[in-house]
């Protein structure tokens, strides 16, 4: 087994392990960028560097510093966190995680059961994802560019101030 | 450097992705549910991307960049969401959103 990568995951593991276990919003943040730098790591080794730019630059960067930037304008207090601890009691959390488990040793049985295959090995350029993001995967980038079209003038609408039912509201 | 075990990756991208479900499942709190699907995400792509390491392909980097397209807008909009949901009704309870008419 290569090493790097075992410690590599490990550290996604136990890091995802906090990420939905924690009471504070900042907390499981940090512990969720560290998992994603891992995965990144993970990336690098199945020689991808391309991605494993792209996870830390988009996902531990613009992703998450929106996910900061909202925490930052709800502005919640201490109360917040026992609110949470209210929240999180075992009589909610175990059912779905016992069945969750049992899901996950299904998967793993099914990888385990497979014969020994390993990566190629060989590391694929950036070059070769441009190729092919603007040859055969053309249309998906102009599927693309429209998702993110929608998302920035959804986002805009949301997010506006002083929407119709709001202003009703407070009248 | 030795090549990576292929079930390795796939065992690593399931327990991520596992952790991601439970969190959607366990949680109340809608930033936690957000992050958990990110979480699922980034796992599903993980799969994508030693799937096409496996052959030396670059479409597997290719699908991993369109999931990063969709997080974007996917977060975009929900964290949008998160924001109304907590002008309206003062609290991030995902249950709340059930008192809402129509």
Redo the contacts between chains.
């Keep these: 087994m290569n090493t790097p990568f075992v410690i590599a995951s490990v550290v996604a593991v136990v890091s995802t392990l906090m990420v939905i276990t924690r009471t504070n919003v900042v907390h499981a943040l940090l512990y969720l960028i560290v998992s994603l730098l891992s995965v990144s790591l993970v990336f690098f080794l199945l020689g991808a560097p391309f991605i494993a730019a792209l996870e830390i630059i988009i996902y531990a960067g613009a992703i998450m510093v929106l996910f900061v930037f909202v925490v930052m304008m709800l502005n919640l207090g201490p109360q917040s966190k026992t609110q949470e601890r209210m929240w999180l009691i075992p009589e909610v959390w175990t059912g779905p995680a016992v069945l969750a488990v049992i899901l996950l040793g299904e998967l793993v049985y099914i990888f385990a059961s497979t014969g020994g295959i390993t990566t190629s090995g060989k590391t694929v350029p950036a070059g070769d994802v441009g190729f092919a993001l603007f040859g055969p995967y053309l249309l998906g980038v102009e599927l693309a560019s429209m998702l993110l079209l929608a998302g920035i003038v959804g986002a805009y609408h949301l997010g506006r101030r002083g929407n119709d039912d709001e202003q009703k509201e407070e009248r | 450097?030795?090549?990576?075990?292929?079930?390795?990756?796939?065992?690593?991208a399931?327990?991520?992705f596992?952790?991601?479900?439970?969190?959607v499942?366990?949680?109340?709190?809608i930033?936690?549910i957000?992050?958990?699907i990110?979480?699922m995400l980034?796992a599903a792509g993980?799969a994508f991307?030693?799937a096409?390491?496996?052959?030396?392909?670059?479409?597997?980097?290719?699908m991993?960049?369109?999931i990063?397209?969709?997080?974007?807008?996917?977060?975009?909009?929900g964290?949008?969401?998160?924001?109304?949901l907590?002008?309206?009704f003062r609290s991030?309870?995902a249950d709340a959103a059930g008192r809402m008419k129509g």
């Design positions: 450097m030795a090549p990576v075990p292929i079930e390795g990756v796939l065992v690593l399931a327990v991520l596992t952790l991601g479900f439970a969190g499942l366990m949680r109340r709190n930033i936690f957000l992050m958990s990110e979480i980034n993980l991307v030693v096409g390491s496996k052959w030396g392909q670059p479409d597997g980097q290719v991993f960049i369109f990063l397209v969709m997080a974007g807008a996917e977060v975009s909009v964290l949008a969401l998160v924001l109304r907590f002008h309206r991030l309870d």
